[in-house]
């Protein structure tokens, strides 16, 4: 049984139950709905919007160095092979990781939520709803470079000696992090138990 079919319903904000018809959270004041019917539509805007912008993230420099006898400008994956040719092999794996690999897990998997939700999946609805909780939890950590950028280019800024400084891909990396972050959470994940009951009746 559903809360839905119990005749109740529950607070996205603060996930306190309230019975069904109350149209207000009692705790945090938040607005009730059994399901949000405009859902997928917003997680599919904040889904393009960041794959927009994640692609000039990937082509323009994430950071201009300028030293007085050279200058050199590094996207995402060319600053990472560069430290890992210093040695720095465990630093370049974690900007890999946080900057490529789990900024296009997350794509995947916001996608194959958004699909599985309207047309149903051979997964279970519990490993989806995991997955979703997943993505929920790591999507933060993807700023891991944006983070790495502010930081290096507070730290050395040596007037005419050195200095370091962001390049137009840290603006459109950060935009591409937060899209993602507001399609994931644009997602109702009671959809996903609802196109399991519906798989579940035409099996019947």
Known sequence: MTAREAGLVACRR????????Q??????GSHLVSRDPTSLQR???WWIA????????NIYPMLSTRTIV???EN???GGAVEIASHGSYGVAAIILIASVLIPVGKFLAIAF?????RRGSTVPARKRTHL??????IGRWSMIDVFVVAILSSLVQLSVVASIRPGPAAFTFALSVIFTMLSAQAFDPRLIWDARSREAKRTD
């Open 14 to 21: 603060c996930a306190r139950v309230w019975p069904m018809g």
């Open 23 to 28: 149209d207000r959270c009692g705790r945090c």
């Open 43 to 45: 997680v599919w805007a």
């Open 50 to 57: 960041g794959v927009i912008a994640y692609i000039p993230a």
């Open 70 to 72: 050279s200058s050199s």
């Open 75 to 77: 996207t995402i994956v």
């Open 113 to 117: 939520l958004a699909i599985s939700a």
């Open 132 to 137: 979703y909780e997943v993505v929920e939890f």
